[in-house]
């Protein structure tokens, strides 16, 4: 439960000349950021870890172990499921015999789908042991891969974002934005599914946190308006929606909690008063109200002796100096990215689409085709030759800014007014759905979404920076990057060659 | 015999006590030969009886000194493997091992920077000039330590390069330090100060104080709004300013101040009960009018740059 702190009175939301791009970017920005489900679940977790994501752009505060071998894992469970899904869905898959030959028929798709993806043979047969298989054993059983049929209405990886969520305060509401990703929506079967590798076979309770997580997804997506969905979504209920958190061994549903309303109202103070407080104390407020320590720690929490509790060296002796010149930056850092990426995500969410076409935050497509991973688009009202520069951009094929299939994209080719571009990611996770609709009736906007994540490894360099060290002088003396660190921040004078 | 024969669960329980035992004693900073062993009777105590330890002994969990004192055997790898549901007990007890040396340091830094503030706290009790003092150095320290942020455009039309502010405008800081100073404190010099500070050996040397001319120190000024910025700040913002900033230069001088993070936040809780008791106003309290003082500065009088020149100093 996330550590209480007094509700804001309102959110700082960018004012009109701001989003209207007349205010020069410079310093604290004039409005707090633009969160993710993440930073709202990292709040939840520890003030400490919410510290740790806005400050040292490191999130993986619930990823234990090796994070990237956990991220592929995950990833590859996903992708996987959605394949799976969709190819039954597609007829391109038929569940034939008894449980058992369906089982080794899925097992056997799935090595070739891992391997499609790089996966090593070892690797695969672990994957599928610890997560896919008791995933795929328990969903033929439950009968519901045998019930996907042509009609089926399931999208996966579906964007949700809102700059005015509501959530109750007293007697009032409370609006903030928020954004996030939404592993499946079922529309058939009514349900809103969060998918995770994460979770025993023993265990009773969702993962930690996974709860609050769904729930806050779809508190997004109840709050849009009906102009706001997909045309085909619009006059659907989703607040009689099932959330069922997913794990490799058991189905968890979700009912809507009060708890969550408080935590979300606390996690909210938390990231505005971490992002821009003018308050003094707020960083030494975060840990105060740490919720673990050395002796003491959560066992949940993926930060434990790697981000928090790190190694302690005796060298750079400099550490102090380190530590309070780069703490200034950090924050810096973030002030970039909100001026960048969170105001533009405001923009998207805040401005009428005449006014973002005006300012060249979108540009309007129609689609001309769809061929394996690649997509044909014809520029409306713009010249093709003017995205030159664009290498990378955003498309949303299905749906809108607010909720729709958001896909990173390389411009491959330029062709009269028409522009080819490479989508990324695997194309057979899209719903069927979404490549039907791409109708040349159906105006495809193209994003160019500014990369604050070169802000945010920049901050986690620094983090790692400042902790980098050596146990002995010895070691010390070898190490040049803790020499350097030495020269700048410390008293040791700065010298060429070997003297 | 195989930790399966018994009952697992009841067995956990006392390998869970028999582990925290050691971190506790490693938490309190014991050499790790000597962490973790209790006597029999120490142990009944905590519910563990004769017959767990003759178990635990038996499947080589734990090991027994001359002094009849047993402990588990937590530095034997394949115990560790074999009581692997026990994997963050044992990254606790690394981690405690590993940074024992600089928990040590960082333990006595907190100790010193403990005998340091209360020097403080009674001194400026009862030497007025000590607080006048200590208000003018830390004010100094403040500018000091700022990058003297300013808008551009303003930077420029004041007739500075953007390099030359970035110099000019740093040397400002024992002018302004004494300008800010002198609406709270009784200080003519700043030399004066520093000069004190070293008799009663706060500090070892006096720092290049060098004060700039009139002229670029009107400019610098205008280009600051310094005027406006002085008029908002209070006495208690300017006290509690001085104070917060005196307090950590004395730390940092003495090299009182911890290297990570979770003891910072002990000496800053230090440096708060320091402040609380020479002012006489809650913390909360002192840092909630400072921070009104800066959203006026920021959002009444539009001097955007107000936090970056006027702030407290970061010890976390």
Redesign the interface.
């Given at each position: 439960m996330t550590v209480e702190r007094h509700p804001l009175p309102r959110w700082r939301y960018p004012r009109n000349e701001v989003l209207r791009n007349q205010v020069f970017p410079?310093?604290?920005p004039p409005f707090a950021p633009f969160p993710t489900v993440t930073n709202l679940v990292n709040a939840n977790l520890c003030p400490v870890a919410l510290y740790h994501d806005l400050i040292h752009g490191i999130e993986n505060a619930l990823v234990r172990g090796d994070l990237r071998t956990v991220k592929r894992r995950g990833e590859l469970f996903h992708n996987f499921v959605a394949y799976l899904k969709l190819s039954i869905k597609n007829g391109d898959f038929e569940l034939r015999g008894n449980t058992q030959s369906q089982v080794n028929s899925i097992q056997n798709m799935f090595l070739h789908f891992s391997q499609s993806q790089g996966f090593r043979i070892s690797e695969i047969n672990d994957i599928w042991r610890l997560y896919v298989g008791p995933w795929v054993e328990r969903k033929l059983e439950n009968g519901e891969l045998q019930s996907i049929t042509s009609n089926s209405q399931i999208f996966f990886e579906i964007s949700v974002a809102n700059s005015h969520v509501p959530f109750p305060l007293e007697s009032g509401v409370r609006n903030y934005p928020l954004r996030g990703r939404i592993d499946e929506i079922d529309l058939t079967q009514r349900r809103i599914i969060e998918r995770t590798i994460r979770g025993g076979r023993e265990d009773n309770a969702p993962p930690f946190l996974k709860d609050y997580q769904i729930w806050l997804l779809w508190k997004i997506i109840c709050s849009l308006r009906e102009e706001n969905l997909p045309n085909e979504w619009r006059g659907i209920r989703f607040e009689d929606f099932e959330l069922v958190v997913e794990t490799p061994y058991h189905d968890f549903v979700i009912f809507d909690n009060q708890n969550f309303i408080n935590d979300t109202h606390s996690a909210y103070a938390w990231i505005n008063d971490i992002s821009i407080?003018?308050?003094?104390?707020v960083?030494?407020e975060v840990?105060?109200n740490?919720q673990c320590?050395?002796?003491n720690?959560h066992?949940e929490c993926g930060h434990?002796?790697i981000t928090c509790?790190p190694?302690?060296?005796?060298f750079p002796r400099c550490?102090?100096e380190i530590?309070?010149t780069f703490?200034?930056w950090y924050r810096l850092l973030l002030w970039e990215q909100m001026w960048k990426g969170h105001l533009w995500h405001y923009q998207l969410l805040m401005l009428d689409k005449k006014e973002l076409l005006e300012l060249g935050l979108i540009v309007e497509t129609n689609v001309v085709s769809v061929q394996n991973n690649q997509i044909e688009l014809e520029i409306i009202e713009r010249e093709a030759n003017t995205l030159r520069g664009y290498e990378y951009c955003t498309v949303i094929p299905y749906g809108t800014v607010f909720c729709g299939l958001k896909l990173d994209a390389r411009l491959v080719s330029t062709r009269n007014n028409n522009i080819v571009l490479q989508l990324s990611g695997i194309l057979p996770t899209i719903s069927e759905e979404a490549i039907l609709l791409l109708s040349p009736d159906i105006p495809a906007p193209i994003m160019k979404e500014p990369p604050i994540f070169l802000e945010q490894q920049i901050q986690s360099a620094l983090f790692r920076l400042q902790h980098i060290g050596a146990q002995n002088e010895e070691r010390a003396r070898r190490r040049s990057i803790i020499q350097l660190l030495e020269s700048i921040f410390g008293t040791r004078p700065l010298r060429r060659g070997r003297r | 015999m195989n930790l399966e024969d018994i009952n697992k669960e009841e067995l956990n329980q006392k390998i869970e006590i028999l582990l925290r035992i050691i971190?506790?004693d490693l938490?309190d900073l014991k050499e790790p030969g000597e962490a973790g062993w209790r006597k029999l009777s120490d142990l009944n105590e905590l519910g563990i009886s004769g017959k767990d330890l003759t178990k635990l002994q038996n499947l080589g969990i734990i090991e027994k000194n001359l002094m009849n004192e047993f402990r588990i055997r937590y530095k034997d790898n394949k115990i560790r493997q074999r009581l692997s549901t026990f994997n963050?007990q044992f990254?606790?007890i690394d981690?405690?091992i590993?940074?024992l040396?600089?928990?040590k340091?960082?333990f006595e830094r907190l100790q010193k920077a403990d005998k340091i503030v209360q020097e403080i706290v009674s001194r400026a009790q009862e030497d007025k000039k000590f607080l006048s003092f200590a208000i003018a150095i830390g004010i100094w320290r403040m500018l000091n330590s700022s990058d003297m942020?300013a808008?551009v455009d303003n930077v420029l039309s004041a007739g500075f390069s953007p390099k030359d502010w970035g110099i000019i405008s740093l040397r400002s800081a024992p002018y302004f330090s004494l300008e800010l100073a002198k609406k709270v404190a009784e200080v003519e010099k700043l030399e004066d100060a520093f000069n004190y500070m070293k008799t009663i050996r706060f500090t070892s040397e006096t720092p290049n104080l060098d004060k700039l001319d009139i002229y670029n120190v009107s400019r610098i000024k205008e280009v600051l709004r310094w005027q406006k910025i002085c008029e908002i700040l209070n006495e208690e913002n300017i006290k509690f300013l001085g104070l917060s900033w005196f307090v950590v230069f004395i730390l940092?001088e003495n090299d009182a101040?911890?290297?990570?993070?979770?003891l910072?936040?002990k000496v800053?809780?230090i440096i708060?009960e320091c402040i609380t008791k020479i002012l006489r106003v809650e913390?909360?309290s002192l840092?909630?009018n400072?921070?009104d003082s800066?959203?006026e500065l920021?959002e009444k009088h539009d001097i955007?740059?107000a936090?970056?020149i006027i702030?407290?100093?970061?010890?976390?």
């Open positions: 410079s310093g604290r407080s003018e308050s003094p104390g960083f030494s840990f105060e740490a320590a050395p002796e720690p066992t434990l002796f509790f190694r302690r060296y005796l550490r102090p530590r309070q703490q200034p | 971190i506790n938490k963050i990254q606790q981690y405690f590993e940074n040396e600089m928990l340091q960082d942020p808008v940092e101040l911890p290297s990570y993070i979770d910072s936040a800053a809780n708060k913390y909360s840092a909630n400072l921070t800066l959203v920021e955007s740059w936090s970056g702030f407290l100093p970061e010890v976390l």
